[in-house]
Nanobody, 116 residues
Framework: VQLQASGGGLVQSGGSLRLDCAATGNTADIEDMAWYRQAPGKERRLVAR???????GYADFVKGRFTISRDNAKNVLYLQMNGLQPEDTAVYYC???????????YGQGTLVTVSS
């Protein structure tokens, strides 16, 4: 599975962005997908996950502001980010977990910068 994230950029505090992640390759093997982020000098953290049945989970620091969704027909994962704050500045990575093994895949990351 290969993942290609896009949609990052520079936005002012309070603004919105939508991240996309296109999955190619053996997409039938994807069980669930997620977005992670890594701020400068910090560890990578889970932002949101969407499971194969459609249920979702969010980190407390984005609840009510971010929405994860998935178009299974197009094999695209989305992250709608509203109410962005400077502390949301990070490289955002999409992730896919295999349904048949312990494999976990990451895309190359897309940078989101929120100015105050």
């Amino acid at each position: 599975v290969q993942l290609q994230a896009s949609g990052g950029g520079l936005v002012q505090s309070g603004g919105s962005l939508r991240l996309d992640c296109a999955a190619t390759g053996n997409t039938a093997d994807i069980e669930d997908m997620a977005w992670y982020r890594q701020a400068p000098g910090k560890e990578r953290r889970l932002v949101a996950r969407i499971f194969s049945v459609g249920s979702t989970g969010y980190a407390d620091f984005v609840k009510g502001r971010f929405t994860i969704s998935r178009d299974n027909a197009k094999n695209v994962l989305y992250l709608q980010m509203n109410g962005l704050q400077p502390e949301d500045t990070a490289v955002y990575y999409c992730n896919a977990r295999s349904r048949s093994s312990a494999d976990s895949y990451y895309g190359q990351g897309t940078l989101v910068t929120v100015s105050s």
